[in-house]
């Protein structure tokens, strides 16, 4: 399978613990999106990577948040000292850097649990 | 920002019927439209998109229209089958270079059921 993937896909933690997710591309996707979606509720975006470059950070992004995309391929996504309002799924999309090539394909998510 | 709102939130149908689903935007910069569908614990897939420049797009028993001017648009799916059942997002970006980087706004999302 060539697709986004992300890992883990559920995370369990108590308060006040930091966790790290990790997201890998589709290898020839340079555009990589970060999405967190809540019950019932549509992707809502995070943070944007070009290549290794962070562009765009959304207001819902708070200093506990820190997103890297080092070399340009995997992201990683780390919340500090969670809180139980961080419980969510936190969704990686990439893309295509092309004019028609527009689709952003998802991974399956991490699902995570603040207890 | 771009704002999307998404009609209506639950949708029920019997298999054969026809589902429509509908949602505007406020950002007039935008310029893509695409439709995802996402299953019960699963990722979201797109079904269908639409760029600015065409006012429909149809691909089997899926179809888009697009009304620039009033801002909105459909998802239409005809001939529903129970394997349809999923809850639809639509969502809206602008693609048009400088600082809009393609990030999607989403609308709220439709659980759409087929009845057998």
């Known amino acids: 399978d060539t697709g986004v993937s992300q890992d883990p896909r559920h995370k369990i933690t108590k308060r006040g613990q930091n966790v790290t997710f990790r997201c890998d591309p589709i290898s020839e996707h340079n555009r990589l999106y970060w999405y967190r979606q809540t019950l019932g509720q549509g992707p809502e975006f995070l943070t944007y990577f070009q290549n290794e470059a962070q562009l765009e950070k959304s207001r819902l992004l708070s200093d506990r948040f820190s997103a890297e995309r080092p070399k340009g391929s995997f992201s990683t996504l780390e919340i500090q000292r969670t809180e139980q309002g961080d419980s969510a799924m936190y969704l990686c999309a990439s893309r295509q850097d092309l004019t028609g090539r527009e689709t952003q394909y998802f991974g399956p998510g991490t699902r995570l649990l603040v207890l | 920002g771009e704002n999307v709102e998404q009609h209506p939130s639950t949708l029920s149908v019997q298999e054969g019927d026809s589902a429509v689903i509908k949602c505007t935007y406020s950002?007039?910069?935008?310029?893509?439209f695409p439709w995802y569908k996402q299953e019960l614990g699963k990722r979201p897939q797109l079904i269908i998109d639409i760029r600015s420049n065409v006012g429909e797009k149809k691909d089997q028993r899926i179809a888009v229209t697009l009304n620039k001017t009033a801002k909105h648009f459909s998802l239409h799916i005809t001939e529903t089958q129970p394997e349809d059942s999923a809850v639809y997002f639509c969502?809206?970006?602008?693609?048009?270079?400088?600082?809009?980087?393609?990030?999607?706004?989403f609308g709220q999302g439709t659980i759409l059921t087929v009845h057998p």
């Open positions: 950002d007039s910069a935008s310029n893509y």
């Open positions: 969502a809206a970006t602008s693609n048009a270079g400088g600082t809009s980087y393609g990030k999607l706004t």
